[in-house]
């Protein structure tokens, strides 16, 4: 590994993998965002960020300099803003490495919102914690996880069409009035209101999944010998 490579560890969810990406400093340091404790952004030990796992190397066809990628990164430590959808540590280190913040694992999964649970979440730390056997506690997990399938498939194609409607309709009521037909901007702008409503109704939605996501990470720890 070199200094500015985005790299890459398989982790997993009770038994759903997926790529766990940061920025190589160069000096046997990472900077990802970690979600041990409160998950915000770190610089942590390859050791501590590989997890006993290989880490691999993120192929980019264009990128920053290797010390604009650090620079990137540092600039972004302390950061608690963790979120699934909208800023997971794929979206980090595309942002530090190519100035994009994109995240290519999201298409991958599926989702079945209307059978998440969050109170179950707090129920599995609590599980744990009361000396609950680890076969139990992990199965509760993979059951919640189940429900949830984490991801995008449903949910966030739709916050993306709402988002699009929502300027569409903008754009009509714009021109209309340009026009001169305030009745039909009217119209327009009505149209607008709806899909802007939707597509906060969505979005709060996967802010839920999100904290859903990161709680089954953080909880998994909890269960006694579980394997990490």
């Known amino acids: 590994m070199s200094r500015g490579e985005q790299i890459y560890v398989y982790r997993d969810v009770v038994g759903v993998p997926y790529e766990h990406h940061g920025i190589d400093c160069g000096d046997g340091t990472v900077i990802h965002y970690s979600k041990r404790g409160e998950a915000a952004i770190s610089r942590t030990p390859r050791s501590a960020f590989a997890q006993g796992k290989t880490i691999y190397t993120k192929s980019q066809p264009t990128s920053f300099i290797a010390d604009i990628v650090v620079e990137r990164a540092e600039s972004r430590l302390g950061e608690q803003q963790y979120d699934l959808f909208f800023n997971n540590c794929e979206h980090f280190a595309n942002w530090c490495k190519i100035g994009r913040s994109e995240c290519y694992q999201l298409s991958d999964f599926g989702l079945r919102f209307d059978q998440i649970r969050l109170p179950q979440v707090d129920d599995l730390g609590r599980s744990a914690a009361q000396n609950e056997s680890p076969e139990r506690t992990q199965q509760l997990f993979q059951e919640a996880l189940g429900n949830v399938a984490i991801a995008t498939r449903t949910l966030l194609p739709q916050y993306k069409a709402a988002l699009k409607e929502t300027l569409s309709w903008h754009q009509v009521a714009q021109k209309a009035l340009v026009k001169n037909r305030e009745d039909l901007a009217k119209a327009a702008l009505h149209k607008k ?12 939605q996967l ?3 999100s904290d859903l996501q990161l709680s089954l990470e953080q909880n998994q720890a909890l269960i006694p010998n579980f394997a990490v």
């Open 193 to 204: 209101i709806t899909a802007k409503k939707e597509a906060v109704k969505i979005k709060t």
């Open 207 to 209: 802010t839920q999944l």
